[in-house]
């Protein structure tokens, strides 16, 4: 992990967390199935039949609702967010504050969608970039997007998703893990170069994923999410290893850094008052980068 608690030598961080936990209120979906009343959905059950089951989402918290506060870790084994039978469907958190995102880990509940690109924000939600696309087969889902590794800071490309299997309902199978740190692998910079902020996460799932055919029977074709875990640890530009609770927010909403090496401001982007005799830069590892006390 990066939570190097000593920050002495050079780039310390706070610890991660999963970020969705305490924000169900920032957590969003553009499409939920029986927001306006029971709503049916086919699906396969053994060899070639099918089976029907409603969904109603007028109360969340009914056996029956597959609302997008169902996809957190602690909602629990039966619960997913499941959306209408339409696409695209973007699901969007908002954290309000600079964070450095650690890992996205989207556990799909079959089949898993053939297309979706992850975004971020680092203005609220007013402009978003793509941090990767994501298909079974790039080039007809998103034409014109590389689909090598990156080998600058500021490349985009297209991970192509390995097959799905012969069970396309499978669970284990379903599971997408995104890490920003190792799409940059081959870029020729020091790591704390690669950390990139956002204030705000976006998944958009593109294109549905392939049902089977079923000879005499029609089976619904949705998007569907057991869980959803963004981890990530506020963003101190490596001069801090804890966050400290904003006042008016719960515990899990870490969003202020308690800045060391006389750095200052909620991200520690700057130096303290009276320690401006050298420019601020974000610490490195093996150099702080302390900022230093102008001589009286």
């Known amino acids: 992990s990066q939570a190097t608690s000593s920050c002495l030598l050079g780039a310390c961080y706070p610890p ?6 305490g924000r169900t209120q920032q957590l969003s979906a553009s499409s939920t199935c029986g927001l306006t009343g029971s709503e049916v959905y086919c699906t396969p059950y053994q ?3 099918m089976k029907c089951c409603p969904c109603d989402s007028r109360n969340p918290e009914g056996q029956l609702a597959h609302t ?7 909602a629990g084994p039966d619960r997913w967010w499941q959306s209408q039978k339409v696409s695209p469907v973007t699901i969007q958190l908002d954290l309000k504050n600079l964070f450095q995102l650690d890992s996205l880990v989207l556990d799909f509940k079959g ?3 053939q297309a979706l690109v992850i975004e971020r924000t680092l203005d609220n939600g007013r402009t978003w970039q793509p941090y990767v696309y994501m298909a079974t087969h790039c080039p007809s889902a998103f034409p014109g997007v590389p689909t090598s590794t990156p080998l600058k800071m500021d490349d985009i490309y297209c991970y192509t998703l390995p097959p799905v299997g012969y069970d396309l309902y499978k669970d284990h199978q379903l599971q997408i893990h995104f890490r920003p740190l190792e799409q940059y692998m081959y870029v020729p910079v020091p790591k704390d170069q690669k950390i990139e902020g956002l204030t705000g996460l976006r998944v958009k799932l593109v294109q549905l994923g392939e049902v089977p055919e079923i000879p005499g029977r029609s089976l619904s074709r949705f998007f569907a999410l057991k869980e959803m875990r963004v981890v990530g640890r506020c963003m101190c530009h490596g001069h801090a290893n804890k966050c400290l609770p904003d006042t008016y927010t719960t515990f899990s909403n870490n969003i202020q850094c308690d800045c060391q090496h006389n ?3 909620l991200n520690c982007e700057r130096c303290a008052d009276l320690y401006n005799d050298l420019p601020w830069r974000a610490a490195e590892e093996g ?3 302390v900022c230093k006390r102008k001589p009286l």
């Open 16 to 21: 991660s967390g999963d970020l969705v936990l």
């Open 47 to 49: 060899q070639r039949r």
């Open 68 to 74: 997008i506060q169902d996809v957190l870790s602690t």
């Open 111 to 113: 089949p898993r969608p």
């Open 263 to 265: 750095t200052a401001g």
């Open 287 to 289: 150099n702080p980068h």
